[in-house]
C-alpha cells in the first residue's frame, strides 16, 4: 500500500510520535493476547470445536500475525520518530515488505472466513438436513486453506514492489507500483472482490439467515417438543447477533481504510496539507491493527461459552469479566444452557 507523506517543513510535537506509539501498543498487545486466548480455548475444550468456531479461529491466526508484523511496518516508517526510521538498511526493506503483505493478507484472510462464517449458518439453519452434505469435513478444510491461498496470491504483488524509499530526510514503506493504470486496477480489483463483494455475499446471507428464524419462531414447531425447538431459535437469533457485531466492526474499520486508499489515489494534495501524518497514521496503522483486536473482545463479550471456557483455563477461575454485567446471573445460565444445546447439535 502506499504510505507516503508529506515533508512537513517544520518538525511536529514528540507528542505525536508518543500518542501513536502508545494507542499502537495497547492495541496489538489487546489483539496480540486476545487471539492467543480464542485459538487455546477452542483447542482446549471440545464442546468448542464447532465448524463456526474453526472459522473465528482461522480469523484469529491471521490477526494474531498482523499484530505481530505491523510493528517492523511502523518502525520503519518515519512517523514514529522527526529524526528518522529506526530500522535501517535491509532490515527496512524486510519490514517494509512483510509488513505489508502479512497486513493484508491477514485483512483478506478474516474478510472471507466472515463469508464462511455466514454460508455455514446460512445451510445450518436454512437446510439443517443437508449440511453434513454439503459442509463436509473436506469441504470446510478446503475452504479454510482456500482462504489463505487466495489471498496470499492476490498480495503477491505487495512484495515484488514494496520498498523504502528516502524523500529529503525522511523514509517512507511504498508500494511502488509505478504503472499507474495498472495500480488503479489492482486496487480496484482488489477492494471489490475482498471487500464489496464479500460484504454483499454476507448481507444476502443474513437477511435469510434472519428470516428464516424469524419464520420458524412465529410458525412454531411442527414437533412437540415445544420448548426445546423454542430455545434453538433463541439461541441461533444470539449467535447470529455475535456474527453480526463482528461484521459490524469489521466493516466499519476497513470502510475507512477503504475510503483512505481511495483519498490517497484521488486527493493526494490532503495528505500534502497534514505534515504530522495523523490521517496517516490513524487510517494506515491505528484502524486496521484495531480490526483484530475485536474479533476476541466480541467473542468473550457476548459468548458466555466462551468466558466459560477462559475462566476454566484463568489461573484464578473465579475473576469475573466485566462484560458479564450486561446480563443477570440467571439470564448467562440459560443463554450457557442454549448454546450447549446449539453446540452438540451441529
Known amino acids: 500500500m502506499d504510505n507516503s507523506s508529506h515533508i512537513g517543513n517544520e518538525p511536529c510535537s514528540q507528542v505525536v510520535s508518543i500518542v501513536f506509539t502508545t494507542v499502537l501498543a495497547i492495541i496489538s498487545l489487546a489483539a496480540f493476547i ?24 482461522n480469523m484469529a491466526v491471521s490477526d494474531f500475525l498482523s499484530s505481530l508484523t ?4 511502523y518502525l520503519t516508517d518515519e512517523i514514529i520518530t522527526q529524526r528518522g526510521s529506526l530500522i535501517k538498511g535491509p532490515m527496512a526493506t524486510v519490514g517494509c515488505k512483510v509488513g505489508v503483505y502479512v497486513r493484508v493478507v491477514s485483512t483478506s484472510v478474516s474478510i472471507l472466513s466472515l463469508v464462511l462464517i455466514a454460508t455455514d449458518r446460512y445451510f445450518a439453519i436454512v437446510f439443517p438436513l443437508k ?46 507500483w509505478n504503472d499507474t493504470g495498472a495500480l488503479i486496477i489492482y486496487y480496484v480489483s482488489g477492494i471489490s472482490v475482498f471487500n464489496v463483494a464479500p460484504l454483499i455475499a454476507i448481507l444476502i446471507l443474513y ?13 412454531g414447531p411442527l414437533s412437540g417438543n415445544t420448548n426445546s425447538e423454542g430455545k434453538r431459535c433463541k439461541q441461533l437469533q444470539h449467535i447470529m447477533k455475535i456474527f453480526k457485531s463482528i461484521v459490524i466492526a469489521y466493516s466499519a474499520c476497513f470502510f475507512l481504510f477503504c475510503v483512505y486508499l481511495i483519498l490517497k489515489m484521488t486527493f493526494p494534495e490532503i495528505f500534502i496539507k497534514d505534515k504530522c501524518k495523523w490521517i496517516l497514521g490513524f487510517s494506515y496503522f491505528v484502524l486496521p491493527l484495531l480490526s483484530t483486536a475485536m474479533n476476541p473482545v466480541i467473542l468473550f463479550c457476548f459468548s458466555s461459552n466462551f468466558r466459560h471456557a477462559l475462566q476454566t483455563l484463568w489461573p484464578f477461575r473465579r475473576t469475573s469479566f466485566c462484560c458479564s454485567c450486561f446480563k443477570g446471573r440467571k439470564a448467562e445460565d440459560l443463554i450457557r444452557q442454549n448454546e450447549h444445546v446449539e453446540l452438540q447439535s451441529i
Open 131 to 176: 449440511t453434513s452434505i454439503l459442509l463436509s469435513r473436506r469441504v470446510r478444510i478446503t475452504a479454510l486453506v482456500a482462504t489463505w491461498v487466495l489471498s496470499m496470491g492476490y498480495c503477491f504483488p505487495m512484495i515484488y514492489f514494496s520498498k523504502v524509499e528516502d524523500v529529503g530526510k525522511e523514509r517512507f514503506c511504498r508500494f511502488a
Open 70 to 73: 505491523l510493528w517492523p511496518l
Open 207 to 219: 437477511s435469510r439467515i434472519m428470516q428464516a428464524l424469524r419464520k420458524k419462531i412465529n410458525s
Open 34 to 57: 486476545g487471539n492467543i486466548l480464542v485459538m487455546t480455548v477452542v483447542y482446549k475444550t471440545p464442546s468448542l470445536r464447532t465448524r463456526t468456531n474453526y472459522y473465528y479461529v
